[in-house]
């Protein structure tokens, strides 16, 4: 396609070789893994979300809060993928979503290119969000039914006044990018099928030619053989636009595949960031340890004898998290420990530092250990 039908002219040079950055939450700074190309497209720094709870009754009162996010802070880099994992309920669409600015933070910092995104007006964050797209879970019930396929994908464009200018090709351009047929332009989404329906949802994600996109667990709700190509989808896509992945997700062995850092959650905390292979391989947090020990192994034999990491007991409320460190209440090295050491963990909260394999791979925990698990 030529810049003259490009809505937002010629294509920047891709961005190649992903290299890993860190991060740190707490009240430590962010440090890269290894030297990043530049500064970091996205900073985030102390970032809390809260949602008020109210009584019931004729005049409603504010008596609690629950802490979905509690001061994380991290650094995404120009053509990276840092995946955020952890359990339903530990924050990681409410992080995606303030981070987007779609939900308002209750605190800190996010900034895109320098700019701090949680004060501007709707205005000046209506013209940022042609650089940072979002991917959605449920690629059915994201997609307009009433509208042809064609429409959807152009609706971006109409809405940011950059269709006039060769939309119709340049959508036809991006179903072609993005595997899907452009003479089937004028179908709806219910003729397609989940896999070819994420990947109208991605297309529409990249009619504005985004710096950013923010895929929130974007092949969950598909089979696992339609995940591989939607993956396989998004790295090539990456490879071509050199875009940043902000990569939500649950499925600890799609994260390995696909990221180049990963940031774990629990509970509106991040309790360990690390270079992926470095992570799996040598998780430092219980917690880490136990996702990584649930991942099935496909060697029956080494299935059968290695030894699960079991966390027991369901996730605290957010909404009443407990004191010191969050996890201490399912924690299995926490049962090991001397009275004076747990004593430690329910008095004190474990920051996010180094625990002594580099900078770039911080945990928050007072007593992390490596421990092989795979």
Known sequence: MS???NPRGPQPEPTTGATAGGAAAGREPATPAVAAPGEPILSVRHLVKEFPIR????IPRTIGAVHAVS?????LYRGETLGLVGESGCGKSTTSRAVLHLQPATSGSVLFEGVEITTLSNQRMRALRRDMQLVFQDPYASL???ITVSEIIAEPLKIHGRFQSGGKAYVEDLMQRVGLNPEHGNRYPHEFSGGQR???????????????????EPVSALDVSIQAGVINLLEDLQD???????FVAHDLSVV?????RVAVMYLGKIVEIGPADQLFERP??????????????PDPRRERERERILVQGDVPSPANPPSGCRFRTRCPLFLTLSEGDQQRCVNEEPLLIDRGLGPGHPAACHYAKVQKVI
């Open 240 to 246: 071509e636009l050199g875009l940043a992945y902000l």
């Open 198 to 216: 994420q990947r109208i949802g991605i297309a529409r994600a990249l009619a504005l030619k985004p710096k950013v996109l923010v895929l929130d």
């Open 256 to 260: 390995r595949h696909i990221a180049d």
């Open 284 to 297: 430092l947090h219980p917690y880490t340890q136990a996702l990584i020990s649930a991942i099935p192994i």
């Open 3 to 5: 810049s003259s039908e």
């Open 71 to 75: 001061d994380i802070s991290f650094d």
């Open 55 to 58: 009584s019931k009754g004729l």
């Open 144 to 146: 307009n039914p009433r």
